[in-house]
């Protein structure tokens, strides 16, 4: 979806296929020069410490390529599990639903261009 | 020999019980509406009367079947269930274990009363008949107690149950701002059921942001304040926002001297700071208008 990639996890995950996702992710994110990744995971209602700290690994190699990571849709009883497990995930971005993500990736992308051409004026072109 | 001789004679009260049975009941009742007039209005004459006569039945059913040398016996399941029915009915109208007991109890003396009649010609025989009525009656007596204790304890737990769902409710101050005001000690228990009550409602009303208010917390110590951050953290999975309002100077004070963490979280003094700053993010304000009067109003 334009320069955002959009991740729906529909099935629950185990760890094999967390570690597959992570490793798609990362070379789509240098394929297609995505500038924000959404990971939607309204349906996924078991979650494990190894799941939590995928999710944060996921968030921390997009930042090192250079894209925001928004994990939205989580569910209560995952959220409670999460905390109980002492993951609070400090380093991803939240929303509640998909278009609240969407927007939340928009305001900070548009934030960080407009504080690019600020800087540097000249380098508008590359 | 032993064994033949008691069952023969707990049948003879059994046989004893069914020819007498309704004088003993006249007797029974009649101890019982003399306690009646000091236990206040907790249990009526009707009551007591209908009562007596169902476990008056049932106990004579299960002699007739059972010799009574034990109440755990499958003869004697329906005078239990009898016999639990009326313990529960007496507890829940607010009498006392010892006033439930004294139930089986005041049986004691019209029972004693027949045995003695009928027995007055064979003292041995009188003796042990006493002995093996009155340890029925005390096995059924203890059997009340503890069937009235149960149930007390049912209704604390339930109590206990309705508290603190009453305790912990989330209202919607404006669109996609909710209040959570707290009143009362958080425990690890309660705590649990305020952070599913608020991030049920955060789903439901796709709340951004969620003031937790607690004005009405008497003590904030690590543990409650670890609870909090934890809700707090909960929420912001959701992707919610979360304030604190309603910190009273001492627990501010209390706060810092226990080294807590409260960075992460934007706390305000007052609820309605709080909202003020809801308001903000969400890119709305007040402003003043000419006041209007309602109808009602006048």
Known sequence: MGEFLLVTVQVDMHDRLAMTLQEDLTEKIVGSHARGVLIDISALDVVDSFIGRMLGNIASMSRVLDAETVVVGMRPAVAITLVELGLALPGIRTALSVERGMELLRAGISANQLSVIEANPDDRHS | MEKSKTESDARSLASLLARNQAQVLERWRSSLL??????????????????????????????????????????????????????REQARRGATSSEVATFIFSLKEALFGLVQTEFADDPQRMAREVWNTSNILDRLGLLTTDIA????????????????????????????????????????????????????????????????DITGVPTVDTLVAQHLLKTVAAARLMGAECIISGIRPQIASTIVHLGVDLGGVSTKATLADAFAMALLRSGLGVCRTEPRRTSSGQ
Do not use: H, Y
Not at chain 2, 44 to 59: H, K, M, V, Y
Not at chain 2, 190 to 196: F, H, K, N, S
């Open chain 2, 34 to 87: 003399a306690d009646l007039a000091s236990r206040g209005p907790a249990i009526t004459e009707s009551d007591l009367n209908r009562q007596s006569g169902q476990f008056l039945a049932a106990l004579r059913g299960a002699l007739e079947r059972d010799n009574g040398a034990s109440i755990q016996g499958s003869a004697w399941d329906q005078t239990r269930g009898i016999l639990t029915e009326i313990s």
């Open chain 2, 149 to 212: 204790l149960k149930s007390r304890e049912e209704t604390i737990l339930r109590q206990q149950k309705e508290m603190l769902e009453l305790s912990t409710p989330v209202v919607k101050l404006w669109t996609g701002i909710l209040a959570l005001p707290l009143i009362g000690t958080l425990d690890s228990e309660r705590t649990q059921v305020v952070m599913e009550s608020l991030l049920d409602e955060i789903v439901r009303t796709e709340a951004g942001i969620a003031i937790i």
